[in-house]
């Protein structure tokens, strides 16, 4: 039966998320005096200084300099004054806060200035596409922002398009329900071409685009680049080439025999981003999914945790494409408020297609090792059913493991029942402490010394009618003895076959966040927990095999992770402008 009282939490957070539900602003009598000096906040990951953060908006590099601006609200931890908040770095491990860049002014974005893209057009001048929120009534509209000084390479000061808005929904879109442009490609025909999400006959999502000679004026095309039926609406589009020959990233704009396209969107009434590959017809400007359903659910996921209103760019620097996400809370309003702060995003992800041509991959950027310190290393070892090993000499609070498995019999692995076709809820059924011939085994990350509290990342094999099937968990149930929190289990089939591969784990843990890839990315599960005991220098890690049949742990590497230097003021100021300069 459903717990109703639990699918009204999920929802009101989700319609909270993202702009269907305001809350009245938190005083600041609330809030903790000092939010930065809290157990749950993190030391790796990007958040400000305090209050309200969701999507990821317009990441880009330019002269050097990678920008992130974000949903921000200046002035609470719960959603209300969107503005689009805005910090620069050179490594994208460390941040630096500049003033707030597009602040609300009527008529074209009186409400709110909702998410959108970042675009470089020739000669490399950036410009961003946004939404604007109209009205009380939640109108939305598309507009234009230019920076004032484009030799300014930290891009502080930004003014918008005097024509604003440059779209407004089109006849029969809901006027409520047209949002986040898409970052821009240009066409063979040297037209540019944005993506906008919406929905139509109440279920079928669909994808808008529009064509445009000069950035400025723009056409709908007569068909949407992609639409399905009954998924329901579709926000924060991305739609960008991979390279079928390697790992290296393409820019927006390349066409070719040699890419494959991506088309992901967020899945609104779900709370999941979703994405599928295939190839996009230029002359019909359509895309067409190679299998499955963009839409589909559960369908292909970027992440299958805590996970949503993704943004990727083109680093041009690095010949790669990084991947955010906006990482919301498992805790109470109560407890957001009064910590002072909501939101973080995930660690950037560098992504590619996999050599199969049928998947993603995703895998923390390499200047996230920078941080590593206090290398630990395990020997191989057998790890024996029912068994604990524990990891010391890390800070287990705010930590890198990389872990590795190796499986000789497989006798006992559990059969897969058919039916059994949901991972997550598998893995809810299925939990950390739930044994079977093998698995689970992994990680317990953020556990008190006597296990009342664990955050338990694991793998269990089951198998199929023709194969070895993986099943990766993160389990919640047990993460913290507060259960006023979120806890629930995540879970995905991972692609990869246990008989000729080793399996291979990595977590990132950072106080209240848990970034685990596994099979070195092809499938990644993003968790938020708040333990009570498991704070600090209390918090323990530990290698784990609860299955009936032993598992070869091939290698075991930890390290400490530094604190980067992330947002240290907070930026409140406006330098938004509407003043009329030619684009």
């Known amino acids: 039966m459903v717990n109703f009282s639990l699918t009204l939490l999920l929802l ?9 539900v305001e809350l009245v602003e938190a005083s600041d009598h609330h809030q903790s005096a000092d939010p930065t000096s809290q157990p749950y906040r993190t030391g790796y990951h990007f958040q400000p200084a305090k209050n309200w953060m969701n999507d990821p908006n317009g990441p880009m590099i330019y002269k050097g300099i990678y920008h992130l601006f974000y949903q921000y609200n200046p002035y609470g931890a719960v959603w209300g004054n969107i503005v689009w908040a805005h910090s620069t770095s050179t490594d994208l491990v460390n941040w630096t806060p500049h003033e707030i860049a597009l602040t609300p002014s009527d008529p074209v974005d009186g409400h709110g200035c909702w998410s959108g893209s970042a675009t470089l057009l020739p000669r490399g001048k950036p410009a961003i596409l946004y939404t604007g929120l109209v009205d009380s009534k939640e109108t939305q509209v598309q507009n234009l922002a230019m920076p004032k000084n484009c030799s300014d390479p930290y891009l502080k000061e930004w003014f918008k398009y005097e024509n604003n808005p440059i779209l407004s929904a089109p006849i029969p879109i809901n006027a409520t329900l047209f949002r986040d442009p898409s970052t821009a490609w240009l066409g063979p025909d040297q037209r540019w071409r944005m993506a906008v999400g919406s929905l139509i006959d109440n279920r079928e999502g669909l994808i808008l685009l529009y064509t445009s000679k000069d950035f400025e004026h723009w056409i709908k095309t007569n068909n949407p680049l992609h639409s399905e039926k009954h998924t329901g609406m579709w926000e924060c589009p991305d739609f960008f080439p991979v390279s079928t020959g390697d790992q290296n990233g393409v820019d927006t704009s390349i066409l070719g025999p ?29 895309f067409i999914p190679e299998e499955g359903k963009v ?56 992504l590619w297609l996999d050599k199969s041509g049928k998947q993603l991959v995703q895998w923390p950027i390499v200047e996230i090792e920078s941080l590593r310190e206090n290398q630990v290393d395990l020997p191989s070892k057998f790890l024996e059913g029912r068994s604990l090993l524990e990891t010391s000499g890390v800070t287990a609070a705010q930590a ?17 029942d058919p039916s059994w076709t949901n991972p997550q809820l598998l893995c809810s059924h299925k939990g950390a402490s739930v044994e ?12 008190s010394k006597d296990l009342q509290e664990y955050t338990a990342v694991f793998f269990r094999i089951y198998k199929g009618q023709n194969k070895y099937v993986v099943l990766m968990c993160s389990d919640q149930s047990s993460s913290s003895l507060n259960n006023k929190n979120d806890k629930t289990s995540y879970g995905a089939f991972l692609n990869v076959d246990p008989v000729h591969e080793k399996l291979l784990l990595r977590s990132l843990i950072d106080h209240s966040i848990v970034e685990s890839f596994g099979g070195g990315g092809k499938a990644c599960i993003t968790a938020r927990v708040y333990p009570i005991l498991a704070i600090e220098n209390d918090a323990h890690l530990y290698a784990f095999n609860y299955g009936n049949e032993k598992v070869n742990i091939t290698s075991l590497r930890t390290w400490s992770m530094k604190k980067a230097q992330i947002n240290i003021a907070n930026p409140i100021k406006s330098v938004a402008s509407d003043e009329s300069d030619k684009f």
């Not at 009101?12 to 269907?20: A, C, K, M, R, V």
């Open 12 to 20: 009101f957070t989700l319609l909270l998320g993202h702009g269907i």
């Open 258 to 286: 040699n890419v494959k396209h991506v088309l992901k969107i967020s899945l609104f009434d779900y709370h999941r981003d979703c994405y599928t590959i295939g190839t996009y017809d230029v002359n019909k400007d359509k």
């Open 295 to 350: 839409g589909g659910v559960p369908g292909l996921r970027y992440d299958y945790g805590k996970f949503y209103a993704s943004k990727s760019f083109f680093d041009s620097a690095k010949n790669r494409r990084i991947l955010w996400a906006w990482v919301n809370e498992s805790s109470s309003w109560g407890d957001d408020i009064k910590k002072g702060w909501s939101g973080l995003q995930t660690i950037p992800r560098s």
């Open 400 to 416: 890198d493991i990389e872990i590795s498995f190796e499986i000789k019999e497989f006798d006992k692995a559990e059969v897969l």
């Open 436 to 447: 079977s011939g093998l698995g689970p085994f992994g990680l317990l990350v953020l556990a």
